[in-house]
T-cell receptor, first 112, second 114 residues
Framework: QKEVEQDPGPLSVPEGAIVSLNCTYS??????FMWYRQYSRKGPELLMY????GNKEDGRFTAQVDKSSKYISLFIRDSQPSDSATYLC????????????FGAGTRLFVKA | GAGVSQTPSNKVTEKGKYVELRCDPI?????LYWYRQSLGQGPEFLIY????????DSGLPNDRFFAVRPEGSVSTLKIQRTERGDSAVYLC????????????FGPGTRLTVT
């Protein structure tokens, strides 16, 4: 079993929809939880990170972490065609080690 | 300011050859990471540098892979006796200090071993 599980999709939604992307994990040592966006043939781009449990909002993006369930989510409001990309979740303990583990990524298509 | 740069952007080599991939991190970033990304997968951790030293090389798949960062800035990933299974995109990222939760990635080097 992988340390981080993420549904690869693809996920196809109409423009303006609310998108929900999720990851589950098994290692309780993870403290920081990140979401990256990756366009085709580009490097990942950090969207936001969250420390421990809770919510964090940045514009149209909201990240949620539930450490008790080992479950994290990214919500995208008012989705746009330019949001079409692969979304990667990532996690790191950041104490005693800095190895970052990525999910496989979910491909998102937002149709105009 | 300038982001993370990687050269070459594409590299085609024959099985058994030696290759070097270069990463130039964001100025002032002391931490540097190498990842390998295969098609349809997320980046897979290879090695992490803090300054000049490799703080964690647990992700290097075998002793054909080696990385250096002699002056604490530019890093080179070296692969000896390349195999077809080494074909992937090799990504480099950097971060300030120990902020591994805020990594900035380069565009990657696409390595193809024929």
């Amino acid at each position: 079993q992988k340390e981080v599980e993420q549904d690869p999709g693809p996920l196809s939604v109409p423009e303006g929809a609310i998108v929900s992307l999720n990851c589950t994990y098994s290692n309780s040592a993870f403290q920081y939880f990140m979401w990256y966006r990756q366009y085709s043939r580009k490097g990942p781009e950090l969207l936001m990170y969250t420390y421990s449990s809770g919510n964090k909002e940045d514009g149209r993006f909201t990240a949620q972490v539930d450490k008790s369930s080992k479950y994290i989510s990214l919500f995208i409001r008012d989705s746009q065609p330019s949001d079409s990309a692969t979304y990667l979740c990532a996690m790191t303990p950041n104490t005693g080690g800095f190895k970052t583990i990525f999910g496989a990524g979910t491909r998102l298509f937002v149709k105009a | 300011g300038a982001g993370v740069s990687q050269t070459p952007s594409n590299k085609v080599t024959e099985k058994g050859k030696y290759v070097e991939l270069r990463c130039d991190p964001i100025s002032g970033h002391t931490a540097l990471y190498w990842y390998r990304q295969s098609l349809g997968q997320g980046p897979e951790f290879l090695i992490y540098f803090q300054g000049t030293g490799a703080a964690d090389d647990s992700g290097l798949p075998n002793d054909r892979f080696f990385a250096v960062r002699p002056e604490g800035s530019v890093s080179t990933l070296k692969i000896q006796r390349t195999e077809r299974g080494d074909s992937a995109v090799y990504l480099c990222a950097s971060s300030r200090g120990r902020s591994s939760y805020e990594q900035y990635f380069g565009p990657g080097t696409r390595l193809t071993v024929t």
